[in-house]
């Protein structure tokens, strides 16, 4: 990763989508522990982050559409097409969750990892238009596409929520699949100027 842990400022809320372990990593999280106010997770994650010594006050886990509110922040767990486990025969028995983020002057998405559903149609419905979609965009594989977007539906599901601007996440740090590790991003700025999406990245 390009920034340290020792380097990060203090947090106020951390965001977990699921608990894979490119998402959820126990040495992370007890290193981030004294700098974190809270962290959110969907039903179940939280119990690993409890049993991993993080006082239970710190966190709060919800069910798809449930929402918290933290230092004048919402935060709703919404649906994603995903699953979860860490081992062998844990498959599916935590939650696993994209997160719509809206204060007095933004509304941000981040969609967590997941395949293309018709859920975003039904987030952007409910919560859109979002000021910027934070959107998996890497970690693809013709042959994953009910788990990881291809790009072209990372743009769909862009533009499913009503996004303004485009951040694509997932992409650079793991490598997780077998394409090129700016294939990504190549792919999705052409899909950005074909559809006239404002795209935020390095």
Request: charged share 20%; aromatic share 12%.
């Amino acid at each position: 990763a390009p920034i340290t842990i020792e380097e990060l400022p203090e947090i106020k809320v951390v965001v977990i989508s699921h608990d894979h372990y490119d998402h959820l990593d126990k040495a992370t999280i007890q290193k981030l522990a004294a700098k974190v106010e809270h962290f959110v997770t969907p039903l179940k994650v939280g119990d690993y982050l409890i049993e991993w010594g993080i006082d239970r006050q710190k966190v709060t886990q919800l069910d798809w559409w449930q929402c918290v509110e933290l230092g004048g922040f919402k935060f709703f767990a919404t649906p994603a097409q995903h699953f979860s486990g860490r081992g062998l025969l844990d498959r599916n028995r935590t939650l696993w969750a994209s997160w719509v983020i809206q204060s007095s002057s933004s509304n941000l998405f981040f969609s967590g990892d997941g395949g293309y559903f018709n859920g975003f149609k039904e987030i952007g419905e409910r919560f859109g238009p979002f000021d910027i979609t934070m959107m998996e965009t890497g970690a693809y594989n013709d042959l994953w596409p009910d788990i990881h977007m291809l790009p072209e539906q990372s743009m769909q599901a862009h533009l499913d929520l009503k996004g303004k601007a485009m951040l694509p996440i997932h992409n650079s740090t793991f490598d997780l699949s077998l394409h090129d590790w700016y294939e990504p991003f190549d792919r999705i700025s052409v899909l950005a100027k074909e559809n006239n999406v404002n795209l935020l990245m390095p």
